[in-house]
């Protein structure tokens, strides 16, 4: 398997108003993007290309959207990229770069 082009941890997912999980991760490898809970069981998947990733206009800066296999899924992320060497989820934005990136549509 290779490395993750991304991944983020600590994400809370949401699937309409309902929490998924609180601390859960997000990963594209293998040109999949990949919702997992804390316990690394998946969520949902899909092939990178056939996703979705957005920024709601009225939220936060550490919101994101991701529509996945016709469902759309709330994630919260860090609302600036951690330090160097500190833990803690990448911002909403380097996410939908990678989405982009990874799927070949530039970024």
Excluded: C
């Excluded at 990733?53 to 959207?65: C, G, I, M, T, V």
Aim: aromatic share 6%; no cysteine.
């Amino acid at each position: 398997m290779a490395e993750p082009e991304f991944t983020a941890t600590g994400v809370r997912i949401g699937k309409g108003l309902r929490s998924l999980t609180r601390a859960g991760q997000v990963r594209i490898s293998d040109g999949r993007l990949r919702l997992l809970t804390s316990y690394g069981s998946e969520i949902d998947s899909a092939p990178v290309q056939a996703v979705r990733a957005s920024q709601p206009w009225f939220a936060p800066e550490d919101r994101a959207l991701a529509d996945l296999n016709g469902t759309r899924y709330s994630l919260t992320l860090g609302d600036h990229d951690p330090a160097p060497g500190q833990p803690g989820p990448p911002s909403a934005r380097r996410f939908i770069e990678a989405v982009r990136k990874a799927a070949g549509r530039g970024g």
